[in-house]
T-cell receptor
């Protein structure tokens, strides 16, 4: 059953703690993305990666970090430097040739108190 | 910078009526325009897309039109049903960038 998985669906953390969100895909896609979604706003790009061991900052990278050690995995760490970390986080993947379609995971809702 | 504007932010229609959502983009190099549907608490799902070499594309009750000169594109849903209620996002992308610029979304409510 191909697709993108994000875990967990809900995540709760205390302020000041780093937290890592998981994203795994078995679609053999080269590109992977992390977006943040806040109520009433569109999807804002945090980081993206077009190939293993390489990634680029998106529009709102401050306070976040990523790694891309494997093609299938693109974990996102929300650090204590992120001022407003409570949000819905979406991971996506896409091919880098042919179709441009991005496939999204089910999302992780992070609440920091 | 690159920008995609989407209107309206909310839209209520009676079941069976049509719904139209409009987007404009700023980057004239944009050549791929997907539309996504997002249900509450879930990830967005692609419902239709259009490339810049095509003016219109249709898939059953859903259609998308593109006006490259005016730099705007629209989503048309005919014979709306309650299950069409969701948030819809448009996006623009330029080949080679692998990045989407998303609109801010439209919350569609289909009233039974």
């Amino acid at each position: 059953d191909g697709g993108i998985t994000q875990s967990p669906k809900y995540l709760f953390r205390k302020e000041g703690q780093n937290v890592t969100l998981s994203c795994e895909q078995n679609l053999n896609h080269d590109a992977m993305y992390w977006y943040r979604q806040d109520p009433g706003q569109g999807l804002r790009l945090i980081y993206y990666s077009q190939i293993v061991n390489d990634f680029q900052k998106g529009d709102i990278a401050e306070g976040y970090s990523v790694s891309r050690e494997k093609k299938e995995s693109f974990p996102l760490t929300v650090t204590s430097a992120q001022k407003n970390p409570t949000a819905f986080y979406l991971c996506a993947s896409a091919m880098t040739s042919g179709s441009y379609e991005q496939y999204f995971g089910p999302g992780t809702r992070l609440t920091v108190t | 910078g690159e920008n995609v504007e989407q209107h309206p932010s909310t839209l209520s229609v009676q079941e069976g009526d049509s719904a139209v959502i409009k987007c404009t983009y700023s980057d004239s190099a944009s050549n791929y325009f997907p539309w996504y549907k997002q249900e509450l608490g879930k990830g967005p799902q692609l419902i239709i897309d259009i490339r810049s070499n095509v003016g219109e594309k249709k898939d059953q009750r859903i259609a998308v039109t593109l006006n490259k000169t005016a730099k705007h594109f629209s989503l048309h849903i005919t014979e709306t049903q309650p299950e069409d209620s969701a948030v819809y996002f448009c996006a623009g992308s330029t080949s080679g960038t692998y990045k989407y610029i998303f609109g801010t979304g439209t919350r569609l409510k289909v009233l039974a």
